[in-house]
């Protein structure tokens, strides 16, 4: 099992510009969610699923779009890119009743 | 709304000796509870998963404990090595099985040899 992969590791975007930040996992586990990690600020939730087809909103969703066509895959839209937005993104998955588990998470920077 | 807490910030003991790291949520309604190792740069990794309907958990040198009522966990490390230098976070779901955890800000410790 590769777990739950990330890509890319790392992304330099300009003010403006629109990017999908990648999230897979392997597991057949129905929830995913999306984090982003500030200094002073913890883990926030962006975005998260319960299952195929089903999506909600987090603690921080402006900015962001989510949508989860398959089980395995788990994709976060930024639609404008904003310095705000520069931050250190994790996803997870989950059964829900058991463990999370995280990605090698991706650092974005928004110049 | 839930907030998760845990203090301190920051901890730094000598090796070998005996810690307890401290996390604390204001509502007692939670579905479980995690606690995560974070290493610099890194991702996540999960240590210990605690039920709602569980007291404590034990993995190696490491054991957590719940207590619902008074709206604490803790993390109890035996025999701390420098490896063990990381930052230790704590979430937690709410009341229901969503998936979405709540975090603490983590308390970063150091292990000196």
């Known amino acids: 099992n590769a777990g739950v992969t990330q890509t890319p590791k790392f992304q330099v975007l300009k003010t403006g510009q629109s990017m999908t930040l990648q999230c897979a996992q392997d597991?057949?586990?129905?929830?995913m969610s999306w984090y982003r990690q500030d200094p002073g600020m913890g883990l926030r939730l962006i975005h998260y699923s319960v299952g195929a087809g089903i999506t909600d909103q987090g603690e921080v969703p402006n900015g962001y779009n989510v949508s989860r066509s398959t089980t395995e895959d788990f994709p976060l839209r930024l639609l404008s890119a904003a310095p705000s937005q520069t931050s250190v993104y994790f996803c997870?998955?989950?059964?829900?009743?058991?463990?999370?588990?995280f990605g090698p998470g991706t650092r974005l920077t928004v110049l | 709304k839930q907030e998760v807490t845990q203090i301190p910030a920051a901890l730094s003991v000598p090796e070998g000796e005996n810690l307890v790291l401290n996390c604390s949520f204001t509502?007692?309604?939670?579905?479980?509870l995690q606690w995560f190792r974070q290493d610099p740069g890194k991702g996540l990794t999960s240590l210990l998963l605690i039920q709602s309907s569980q007291r404590e958990q034990t993995s190696g040198r490491l054991n957590a404990s719940l207590d619902k009522s008074s709206g604490r966990s803790t993390l109890y490390i035996a025999a701390s090595q420098p490896g063990d230098s990381a930052t230790y976070l704590c979430a937690l779901q709410g009341s229901s099985n969503t998936g979405k955890l709540i975090f603490g800000q983590g308390t970063t410790l150091q292990v000196k040899p």
């Open positions: 997870a998955s989950s059964t829900g009743y058991n463990e999370q588990f």
């Open positions: 597991m057949n586990h129905e929830y």
């Open positions: 509502d007692s309604a939670i579905y479980n």
